[in-house]
């Protein structure tokens, strides 16, 4: 180490301190937890030698759950609460070195496009303050961006940690749904929801993943399939690598300079050694109404967890004569924002009896058509190692621009969803600049369990581009 | 199928969804719901006869595990972060539930 990790700690630190004041990004610093856990490393440089991220420190979602450090998912509702235990991806992240230094502000119980949904305020953009960063990672994107840390964690249920990187100019990493466990993640929708990896390199998310991938006992939705090396993964070599393009899907909507980045993305995977090949998502376009009525149909179960009983936010003012009922109706009331408040009611109506079979079971259906569209992309004919699209059809929104219309803001998701519903690993990597010098994302979704082809691409691609070597103006 | 705004009856749903929400929220959330399931009627264009549905991407293997007691959360870690709770007793506490 040519670095202690106490002082790259005081580095990350004051550097939090100096651009928390306006881009927002952190809910929680963790200053005494950090220093310990950084001066233990340094106290046995032995033990460490060969940990992979001895001393690197990370910000983590404050929608992961860490043992005695608060842990809010930006929501009234957990305001003050403190985690008894450790997430999974925080027990290796600390075996592997890692020193935790903040928790990162996000879109209320992680359901945003934005990161306006915080009941901490909204994130800034570090490209431009005036912007939002993305959502719902939004804080874990803009402390990459803005060089507080190499490497966060966010966590991703319809492009939460690729949508944020995009327009935050970072790398960020949906792992296969399985891949991560999600023991102290506070759930979302668990049909959907996988953690990741946000770093400014594609090797660094490499690196991240061989740390927190792999089964776990706590959480039985995680796979027990082996897990590769992702670092050596990355070879530069995309020779005869095949990557669909769904043309048709990408004709409307899409913002006309990402779309020029993107084709120009595209141009670069081609001069190295890939095959493009037109490809069609027939059922994609369906995509974003069958995530809103599946996503929060889990949401609004998940949600009801939180009762003012045994954690979290009580409303006060009872008398005896109330009861416990209006006790959780003016708690929930209280304590969650109108984003949390909207989805619940879509999820609850959803599965209310009458119309079940009309919007959830048909969302459950086209989820199987979507499906069957990416495996139609990768085994059929075409036979793709990835496929290519824009990881948002716009770039960074003013803040408060599409506030008002939550079905805009929901469509702000049309790229990245079908991943999610197709268990899919798909990551964005920065692709170019708008000329307001916002930045633009390319997103590669692969096979299941194949996250190493797609890190090969990204990174094969980054080696013929240095769009990861501009900084934003925050940074300086 | 009807228009879905018109038959979204909100306050029926905040009541089974325990949200005791102001007459300004109902308004706004009837019309902003209605947008999006109005939106959401296009899923009705495709034909999804026989087409079985999927919850979830599950894992293909087993999750069973020994029935093995092992070691969880105590009781006081528990009681912790309750907003209202007899510590030395070991309970939450609410308010009154029966008559």
């Known amino acids: ?476 | 199928m009807a228009d879905p705004a018109a038959q979204f009856d909100v306050s029926a749903v905040a009541a089974l969804a325990n949200l005791d929400l102001t007459a300004d929220e109902l308004r706004l959330f009837a019309q902003q719901l209605g947008d999006v399931l109005a939106y959401a009627q296009e899923l009705q264009q495709i034909d999804t006869t026989g087409v079985p549905p999927t919850a979830s991407i599950g894992t293909r293997h087993g999750v069973d595990r020994p029935d093995v007691t092992q070691p969880s959360l105590d009781r006081d870690g528990a009681l912790a972060a309750a907003p209202d709770a007899n510590v030395d007793e070991g309970f939450f506490k609410v308010p009154r539930v029966i008559g």
């Open chain 1, 1 to 476: 180490m040519t670095r202690s990790a106490t002082d790259a700690c005081r580095d990350a630190l004051a550097r939090a301190a100096s651009v928390n004041p306006s881009l927002n990004a952190f809910n929680t610093i963790a200053t005494e937890r950090a220093f310990e856990r950084a001066a233990a490393i340094d106290a046995d440089p032995d033990r460490w030698q060969n940990a992979p991220l001895a001393g690197i420190p990370i910000a983590v979602k404050d929608n992961i759950c860490t043992r005695g450090l608060r842990t809010t998912a930006s929501s009234r509702m957990l305001h003050h609460y403190v985690p008894p235990y450790d997430a999974t991806v925080i027990t290796r992240l600390e075996a592997a070195g890692a020193v935790i230094v903040a928790k990162t502000n996000c879109d209320e119980f992680a359901m945003g496009s934005s990161n306006e949904n915080s009941a901490f305020g909204p994130v800034r953009n570090p490209w431009d303050v005036t912007r939002v960063p993305g959502g719902t990672s939004g804080g874990s994107a803009a402390a990459v961006a803005a060089n507080v840390v190499p490497i966060a964690l966010g966590s991703d249920t319809g492009g939460s940690i690729r949508q944020p990187s995009a327009l935050c100019g970072v790398v960020g990493l949906k792992p296969t749904y399985g891949r991560v466990s999600r023991y102290g993640l506070i759930a979302h929708a668990s049909s959907l929801d996988q953690i990741g990896p946000i770093a400014k390199r594609v090797r660094d998310v490499a690196v991240t993943m061989n740390v927190i991938a792999g089964s776990d006992a706590a959480d039985a939705t995680s796979a027990p399939d082996a897990v590769p090396d992702f670092a050596t993964a990355l070879t530069g070599d995309i020779t005869g690598a095949r990557i669909g393009v769904p043309r048709r899907l990408l004709e409307h909507g899409v913002d006309a300079e990402v779309s020029r980045a993107f084709f120009t993305a595209l141009d670069v995977l081609r001069a190295r050694g890939a095959a493009l090949v037109d490809i069609e998502l027939p059922h994609a376009k369906y995509a974003i109404a069958t995530y809103y009525l599946v996503s929060t149909a889990e949401a609004s179960a998940n949600l009801a967890r939180y009762d003012g009983v045994r954690y979290g936010y009580r409303a006060s003012g009872f008398e005896v004569r109330d009861s416990l009922q209006t006790m959780y109706a003016k708690t929930r009331a209280e304590a969650f924002g109108p984003e949390v408040k909207r989805r619940i009611m879509l999820g609850t109506y959803v599965l209310s009896a009458g119309y079940y079979d009309a919007y959830y079971l048909k969302a459950q259906q086209m989820r199987t058509l979507i499906l069957r569209d990416y495996v139609e992309a990768f085994e059929g004919a075409a036979a793709v190692d990835a496929v290519a699209m824009p990881t948002s059809p716009i770039p960074a929104f003013r803040i408060g621009e599409r506030a008002d219309d939550p079905l805009q803001m929901y469509l702000a998701d049309v790229f990245t969803v079908s991943a999610n519903l197709a268990g899919l690993p798909a990551v964005s990597v920065p692709c170019g600049f708008t000329s307001a010098t916002l930045p633009v994302g390319l997103q590669l979704t692969g096979r299941r369990f194949d996250e190493a082809t797609l890190l090969r691409i990204a990174e094969a691609y980054e080696r013929d581009t240095s769009w990861w070597t501009h900084q934003p103006p925050t940074s300086a």
